[in-house]
């Protein structure tokens, strides 16, 4: 078993994403790209982007601090501490309107065999 405090790693993230050219950082935490579920923590400045990009799968985001918007084509909806995102099942991205972090859950889809 492993006890992670996510609080500490959105701070530590969210330093390293000030510290950087690109406003953002992030660490997988569980699972990994060959792995079905895949969680990762990301430290996002303000304004920092993740520009539009396709689903792999179901996932979600999980506002572990800050504000941020999530948005997939005309749609957008806003979240702040402790806010729940489900990210629809088409291209989207996501932006920080005030230095946050947030925890993305993704479960890929599977290839039929």
């Given at each position: 078993?492993?006890?992670?405090?996510?609080?500490?790693?959105?701070?530590?993230?969210?330093?390293?994403?000030?510290?950087?050219?690109?406003?953002?950082a992030a660490r997988t935490v569980l699972g990994g790209h060959e792995?079905?579920?895949?969680?990762?923590?990301?430290?996002?400045?303000?304004?920092?982007?993740?520009?539009?990009?396709?689903?792999?799968?179901?996932?979600?985001?999980?506002?572990?601090?800050?504000?941020?918007?999530?948005?997939?084509?005309?749609?957008?909806?806003?979240?702040?501490?402790?806010?729940?995102?489900?990210?629809?099942?088409?291209?989207?991205?996501?932006?920080?309107?005030?230095?946050?972090?947030?925890?993305?859950?993704?479960?890929?889809?599977?290839?039929?065999?």
């Open positions: 078993m492993q006890k992670l405090s996510l609080d500490a790693l959105a701070r530590e993230l969210r330093d390293q994403a000030a510290g950087g050219t690109s406003g953002r792995k079905t579920l895949r969680q990762t923590v990301i430290g996002l400045v303000k304004d920092a982007e993740l520009t539009e990009h396709a689903n792999p799968g179901e996932a979600s985001v999980y506002v572990l601090s800050g504000r941020v918007v999530l948005t997939a084509g005309a749609q957008t909806w806003e979240g702040r501490n402790g806010d729940l995102l489900i990210v629809p099942e088409e291209p989207h991205s996501l932006q920080a309107l005030e230095d946050a972090a947030v925890l993305l859950t993704v479960a890929k889809h599977r290839d039929p065999a």
